[in-house]
């Protein structure tokens, strides 16, 4: 004899008021990003285009309890956003609320994470790893990569991109490409006297390599009118300054800045 469990029923209730909680949750959301600022939009469009760059594999905030948090995340804002409008009502606004700065500040963070897994799971990259250096300073992320001895950015005296260092550099584009932050690109050499053709010296040549990586960063997808300043330090910001003919002195660094930074006087 067969038996039949009856389920008490009862139960569709609940699907409804599930229904009409997310329908809620929409709303609230589509009116939140009516009444954001341009920064608060371009912030929040970032993230949900570009889901790799954060960490859970693509997954965003919408796995798992995600939506609950997003949902707590977006309340926490506006309530910033509200806290900020009362209490700055008579002064002109200054920059961004301390909220969206760590937003963008997390959008940095994991594109770090992402160019760090990168290298470390590519067989070609790996070999770099050393020469690739990444913090998170007042002014953005600072992304520098140095020479090492027998493995120099680019061929002796020029500004040719040597074939392995093109590599590392693709990849650094790659994920630049992916932000809406401005980007300030810098050449830097060591302190060893150069004297090229046509009086060319330290100066013009980190002028030249922070140009030739420039140009690599538009022809990987990084959108020229991001690029806000190129420029050659020489020798004069070395990294390491107790050893001024040290090969990591020899680099280029991108400064992916905040979004709503000012700008920059040095």
């Given at each position: 004899m067969a038996y039949v469990v009856h389920h008490g029923g009862g139960g569709a209730w609940k699907?409804?008021?599930?229904?009409?909680?997310?329908?809620m949750m929409a709303l609230f959301i589509v009116l939140w990003l009516l009444n954001s600022s341009e920064q608060t939009k371009a912030a929040v469009a970032a993230y949900f285009n570009n889901p790799s760059i954060f960490p859970g594999e693509g997954r965003g905030f919408l796995s798992s309890d995600?939506?609950?948090?997003?949902h707590e995340r977006l309340q926490e804002i506006q309530q910033q956003q509200q806290s900020q409008e009362t209490s700055q009502s008579d002064a002109p606004e200054v920059g961004v609320s301390r909220e969206m700065m760590d937003l963008?500040?997390?959008?940095?963070?994991?594109?770090?994470?992402?160019?760090?897994?990168?290298?470390?799971?590519?067989p070609?990259?790996?070999?770099?790893?050393?020469?690739?250096?990444?913090?998170?300073?007042?002014?953005?992320?600072?992304?520098?990569?140095?020479?090492?001895?027998?493995?120099?950015?680019?061929?002796?005296?020029?500004?040719?991109?040597?074939?392995?260092s093109r590599k590392l550099l693709d990849a650094v584009a790659g994920v630049l490409s992916k932000l809406p932050?401005?980007?300030?690109?810098?050449?830097?050499?060591?302190?060893?006297?150069?004297?090229?053709?046509?009086?060319?010296?330290n100066w013009e040549l980190s002028s030249e390599r922070a140009n030739a990586a420039r140009r690599l960063l538009e022809d990987n997808g990084v959108d020229p009118t991001r690029i806000t300043r190129v420029?050659?330090?020489?020798?004069?910001?070395?990294?390491?300054?107790?050893?001024?003919?040290s090969d990591r002195n020899r680099r280029i660094s991108f400064i992916v800045r905040y979004q709503n930074s000012e700008p920059m006087n040095q």
């Open positions: 699907v409804a008021y599930a229904d009409f909680v997310t329908a995600g939506a609950i948090q997003l963008d500040k997390q959008f940095l963070l994991n594109s770090a994470q992402e160019l760090e897994r990168m290298i470390q799971n590519s070609q990259l790996k070999e770099f790893e050393g020469q690739v250096s990444m913090e998170l300073t007042s002014e953005g992320l600072r992304i520098q990569i140095h020479d090492e001895e027998f493995r120099p950015l680019f061929d002796l005296g020029s500004d040719q991109l040597s074939s392995d932050n401005p980007v300030v690109v810098e050449g830097h050499t060591d302190s060893r006297p150069f004297q090229g053709n046509n009086g060319i010296t420029v050659g330090f020489a020798d004069r910001k070395p990294l390491d300054p107790e050893k001024p003919f």
